[in-house]
Nanobody, 127 residues
């Protein structure tokens, strides 16, 4: 059974930073591309960033470009998202998930292409 857990969320002031972590068990972590996504209540889940299973490519969507950095440690079965210069509009629940195809990749970071979702971690940015 695959188990995915996000952590690292919290409350920070605008301009601050957070580092999110995502650990997974029950699958070969390094065989999968992974992504970070976020969702505001009442809105659709959207892609933030994703990383190739071999870390050969990364992709950033929208406001994540230039402020967020995705990385992975396959030995530790862990995915990271370093978020800098956070703004109130970044407030959301952040989720990680594995690409639905083993050793597959897409730079589109579309939620529908991903499976094995965690429960999310709440990020709140105060102005």
């Amino acid at each position: 059974q695959v188990h995915v857990v996000e952590s690292g969320g919290g409350l920070v002031q605008a301009g601050g930073s957070l580092r999110l972590s995502c650990t997974a068990s029950g699958l070969t972590f390094g065989d999968y591309s992974w992504g970070w996504f976020r969702q505001d209540p009442g809105k659709e889940r959207e892609g933030v960033s994703c990383i190739h299973y071999g870390a050969l490519a990364t992709s950033y969507i929208g406001a994540a470009k230039g402020r967020f950095t995705i990385s992975r440690d396959n030995a530790a079965n862990t995915l990271y998202l370093q978020m800098n210069n956070l703004q109130p509009e970044d407030t959301a629940i952040y989720y990680c998930a594995a690409f639905s195809v083993r050793r597959g990749w897409s730079n589109a970071c579309r939620p529908r292409d991903y499976t094995y979702w965690g429960q999310g971690t709440l990020v709140t940015i105060s102005s």
